[in-house]
């Protein structure tokens, strides 16, 4: 699993800070979360094919996760895009960008599907046979999911010289790696655990932006590998956090430290902060391992 | 008046290419026109006071000279502006502008006032003291306005030494900066042009992206100072130009030498050409005096 930054502030975008949008690479998918304005250019500068991007996840419809989108969708148009684009949002996305498309008089030239979310509990909202994506309800001004990305159990890692001295047929190999005993060549029962090692781990993130300090997403996002959490205020602001319903470092790191998770990462930082390590530094009196989002960063889960 | 260009290339926002965007300051004003996605941040680049843009007229609802409206809205809004906002454009908008508003739950707090233009006839949209904006109706693939902006006639200026001889009361200096005639102390009619030379040529600017070739805006923007017009293509694809209905270098330098205007600027290049110089070279076959518009750019009219 590979996370590209594209955009980690809020509010509004400036000469060099971008809003929120991140790429996420998970078994040959490259989904997109949130599209803030500018999302699109920074595709280009940190050459992300636009073609493979088939999935978009958006949080909430506030302005600084969204106004990117209905450019970014006429820009596929422009490249003749043909394969199909899934938009999983808050509803009412639908309607603008349809609106913006019939004022256009700019229609896709390729299926363009809109998945509106409206539920207030956890959800799966994606799946294929090797990744599940649920919701994470927010807490914010307006409906927010954070969204949790799973890997499916990769296959067990067969030992062919183990398989073959036990006289195992390689149509059988196949079974193996997805878990099962099989018979050998005498028709005898073999353990799967005896000619096969267990897989990579599977990985999990998950997306929590924009939310006040909520407990209630604790079960949904323990223990997972990596969990990026808004930050838009230091503590020393936490009457701002508190009123415009957004998170503290420290609070960001207190909701790591509870889920137990790998990796925080931090972002969505307000302007008024010119220098973000600050975050990092008041996460990590609370919580040991702490990153920064950064527009191109790249980190590996 | 001086133009700055913001953005100037057509379709989709590159790497280091903006959309249409242009602030044309004039006796005063800061007026904006059009709106590409990230002008909020050409804006920024280009130091122009946010507070000052009080009107912004919108050409037409594509994409690559609007998107960049809603999200300069809510940067106004995050602003904490207070002075109204004028949006001049294409019937349509306000629905568009309202429901991301809506959805967002983001309401301005300031006066955001909507003149929504649906007339084929060139109309004078907006009047004060020093200027006037006239639309000029163009042929596009959906309904598409330029905008001329034109200065009232400058106060004459007054030799006050002359004034001050012919026993002109100071009273009447402001009348004769107007260019009426007055009496003197000794109650005898003195002719304006005794004691006054001419302003400075009131100035005229006129704005016309995007269009086909089209002669009838001949009488609109007959010897204006100066005009942008758009040039997608060069001639050698001018069957492309005639399919989008844009205009090449060639035809936007036939519309300059038929009106006789001034200057001509040339912009909303296609992204298929590497190098810019080309469309001036082709419009120079044609027309004497060429600019390009390019994003950063100041012209002085």
New interface residues.
Partial sequence: MKLTILGCHS?????DTYPTAQILEIRNHIFLIDCG??T??QL??YKIKFSRIKHIFISH???DHV??L??LI??FR?LSRETELHIHA?K??K??VT??MK????WTNYPLIFHELDSKSSKLIYEDEKVEVHTIPLDH??YTNGFLFKEKPHERKLDIKKAVKAKIDKAYFRKLKQGSDVKNEDGILIKNEEVTLPGPPSKRYAFCSDTAFNKSILPLIKQVDALYHESTFLESHSNLAAKTKHSTATEAATIAKLADVGTLILGHYSSRYDDINAFKEEAETVFESVELAEAGKVIEI
């Fill in positions: 509010a509004t975008p400036m000469i304005e500018g699109q250019v280009r500068k419809l506030h302005g106004f990117g209905v450019g006429s820009t422009l808050p009412g996305l309607e603008v609106l913006q004022l256009a008089d700019s001004r307006i």
